[in-house]
Every structure is written in C-alpha cells, then in structure tokens.
C-alpha cells in the first residue's frame, strides 16, 4: 500500500534538502511538456530542421580543442536526433524518443495526459503519422504510445547507464521546445540523485521521482518526453521539467532542469510494453496509508498512519494507525507530501529509523522497506 496519496503540487517556500543529494522542494517547478502549440513566427526554424543552441564553454583549450569539442556535438546530433520525435495531442504538444524498430516510442505521462490518440512527426520530416497508448504510469511521470504503421528505418535512441553519470558530464538535451521540433540545447550534469515533487496539470496528477539528473542544458515548453543526452551518444534521461521563479511571474529559471534516469526510463518502458502496465514500481513504501497530521495551531506537523497493512514493514515493525510519523532517517516529516518525497529518494529493500509518536510519546522502530503496490 502507498503512503497516501501523491502531493499535486510543489512546495510554497524555498528550495530544501531532505537528505544529502536529494532536493524535496522547489520554489516552483513547471512541467516542459505540452506547449500551447508550435511557433508561427517567419524567422522561427521549419519543422524538422535542426535548430542547435550551445553556450560558450569556459576555460582554456588547446589549439583545435574547440573544433573538436563542435565535432562531438555534431556526431551525437546526427547519432540521437533521428531518434527524438514530436508528439502532438488535442491539447497540446510535447516530445518523445524512438524505443524500438516496432514503433514504440517513451515519452512523459504528463504529455500523453489522457489522451489516447496521437500524431507524430520524425525528425527530419513533415509527414504527420499516427500512434495510440501503450500504456501510462503518472506515478513515475512515464508512458509510451506506438506508432500505428512504423516506417522503414526507424532508429531507436541507445540508453545509457544512469550510475555512470557523473557531475560535470556534458549534455545534450533534444526535443520540440515552443513547437521548435528537432532543438538541441547544451550544459552539464549540475547533480544526481534529485527527488523532485513535479506540479500537477490538466490531465495530470503531478509526481514526486527521485533519483533525477539535474542540468544546466535548458528546458522549455514541448521539451518533455525528449532526450537528455551525453557525449557517447546515449540517452542518460527524459527531460521532464524545470524550475520557474515565483518572484518572476513564473519565468523559467535559467539552467536548473531535471530529466528521469535513463535507468528508471528503461525499467518502466519494458514493462508498459511487455504486460501494459507496471508490476514492479521500483519506488518504496512503508506499506501504509497516510495523511497530513495537524497540531493544536493547525500547522503540519506530520504524517499520521491512517491504515497499516498487516504484514507490510511498517505493520511488521510494529507501527498503528494513529501514529504520527515525523522522521524518515535524518529527514523531518511535517506533512504528506515530505513523507512522499522522503520515501521517493530511498530504494526498496533498504533500512530506514521512522520516529513517530503514540499517545504523546515519541518512539522509533527499524523498518525495511517494500515496494510500492501499483495499480
């Protein structure tokens, strides 16, 4: 049994952490997918035509180290955007990546949302084609659709391994931002092991995902469901969100966005393919259902335990309904939504001290953790 339900929107204060390497909250998070519809403007690139934007890279180089450095880009752009397409719905637009040469494409499950039907557009082509739903997992903010009659050369993206992926990384991140199809912006791998609560839109109940790559590459509306990329050519992640400034209006924050590992990417896709759903989230659970504890001033003040699965670990470390959680590990549980987000950032199969209190007193027990049950 899960926590509870799934927090619909990001935090209202700062940034925090919950544990290191981990980020619970930020001030605001917009999804990249799923744009308002495609740029009209004369001067913007046709579709299907590359449209590449790189910064500067500081530092010194050695001569010829600069073209180089141009080069590589260059290959993984001619290796990995064939592989990026366009998807279109009834409401919007976003982007997806070619999965197999039988027409299966991944993309986010905020940019399918609950749509059924879809089009698609190649890179490098004009034609619209035809896809339906595979299947959709909003809890890890995934899904992939087919095409319905896939063309000859179809070139399925290579994934990467997400424990390789290391700080500093140059990337690359492709897809249709603003309707800009076939767009490639470059930066860095700022962090790993991001847990992030996404917002919840129209068709889409918002997620908390852990273990999310952090990038400086920017990401932007239509962006999500595309490859972030590294310099071998593999897709390291799904661009899926990026940060925005409330102080700003929701202005997009510059160089702060997070995409899926390609790790978690693969083990659900396989799934969404093989039996149309997912059978093993990978995510962690207590085996609990919970909600936001209020204090006597009516402030959050943890997760109280509103049903215990019998033989789930919180059940068999000893916990009740009526107890009020208020640690995972070293991170502070005030509400749902940070027991979500604590829980997203640990692995099942993994040990964790939950401080809780019963009747006024505060006591703590030793659980491992399980999976969280799926659909």
């Not at 070139?155 to 309707?179: H, N, R, W, Y």
């Not at 640990?346 to 209190?357: D, E, F, H, N, R």
């Amino acid at each position: 049994m899960p926590a509870g339900p799934r927090p619909t929107g990001p935090g209202t204060s700062g940034a925090r952490l919950v544990a290191p390497g981990t980020l619970a909250v930020l001030t605001a998070l917009a999804l990249a997918g799923c744009s308002s519809g495609s740029s009209s403007d004369s001067s913007s690139p046709q579709s299907g035509s590359p449209a590449v934007t790189a910064a500067a890279t500081g530092g010194s180089a050695q001569p010829g180290g600069a073209n180089q450095l141009q080069s590589d880009y260059q290959r993984v752009i001619r290796d990995v955007l064939p592989s990026v397409v366009q998807i279109t719905t009834g409401s919007g637009l976003g982007s997806g990546i070619v999965y197999d040469d039988k027409g299966d494409i991944v993309t986010n499950a905020h940019v399918v949302g609950t749509a059924t039907a879809f089009t698609v557009t190649l890179a490098g082509s004009t034609k619209p084609l035809d896809a339906t739903l595979v299947a959709s997992y909003p809890d890890s903010d995934l899904a992939v659709i087919k095409l319905s009659s896939p063309p000859d050369g179809l070139k399925p993206a290579a994934f990467g391994d997400s424990t390789k992926v290391e700080l500093g990384q140059i990337t690359l991140a492709m897809g249709s931002p603003l309707g800009l199809s076939s767009s490639v912006t470059q930066g860095i791998v700022s962090a790993t092991g991001r847990t992030v609560s996404e917002p919840g839109t129209q068709g889409s109940p918002g997620a908390v995902i852990g273990n999310m790559v952090q990038t400086s590459a920017a990401i932007n509306p239509g962006n999500s469901g595309g490859a972030l990329v590294n310099l071998d050519s593999q897709v390291i992640g799904i661009n899926t969100l990026a940060a925005t400034e409330p102080e700003s209006n929701g202005a997009a924050a510059p160089g702060i966005g997070f995409a899926i590992p390609a790790s978690t990417v693969t083990s659900i896709a396989d799934q969404l393919i093989k039996e149309g759903k997912v059978t093993n989230s990978g995510r962690a659970a207590l085996g609990i259902t919970a909600r936001t504890y209020f204090d006597q001033n009516f402030r959050p003040a943890g997760a109280v335990v509103v049903a215990v699965a019998p033989d789930g670990p919180a059940g068999s470390a000893g916990l009740q309904a009526g107890d009020v959680i208020t640690r995972i590990g070293d991170t502070a549980v005030d509400s749902l939504n940070s027991l979500t987000t604590a829980l997203a950032s640990l692995a099942p199969g993994s040990k964790v001290t939950v401080t809780y209190t019963r009747d006024g007193r505060s006591s703590s027990a030793d659980v491992t953790l399980g999976t969280l049950e799926t659909p």
